[in-house]
């Protein structure tokens, strides 16, 4: 069974940095699609943005465009977000997923990590 370890989040005020990183059990090369999520109190879980394995092809939702950045590292079995400008709305546990999209539930989750922005 695949498994996704989320780290890196905490606590940071209003306009800091934090990078997140999901490190997976297997290679990363077997997915075709890794994404980072996130879910405030209250709130449904949205979609923060993806990146391809193949062509590390990257898309975010628009509230975090020019703000957050996903990367990989084949070699570590990892993907990373990258948070710069923290806002207080940032705040949400993260989860990253990873699909294989060729097999029937090759969708994995992680367990999750909290960011707290403060104002």
């Known amino acids: 069974q695949v498994q996704l370890v989320e780290s890196g989040g905490g606590l940071v005020q209003a306009g800091g940095t934090l990078r997140l990183s999901c490190v997976a059990s297997?290679?990363?090369?077997?997915?075709?699609?890794m994404g980072w999520y996130r879910q405030a109190p209250g709130k449904q879980r949205e979609l923060v943005g993806t990146i391809t394995t193949i062509t590390e092809s990257t898309k975010y939702t628009d509230s975090v465009k020019g703000r957050f950045t996903i990367s990989k590292d084949s070699a570590k079995n990892t993907m990373y977000l990258q948070m710069n400008s923290l806002k207080p709305e940032d705040t949400a546990v993260y989860y990253c997923?990873?699909?294989?999209?060729?097999?029937?539930?090759?969708?994995?989750w992680g367990q999750g990590t909290q960011v707290t922005v403060s104002s």
């Open positions: 997923r990873a699909k294989v999209l060729a097999i029937t539930n090759g969708d994995y």
């Open positions: 297997e290679s990363i090369a077997m997915f075709n699609v």
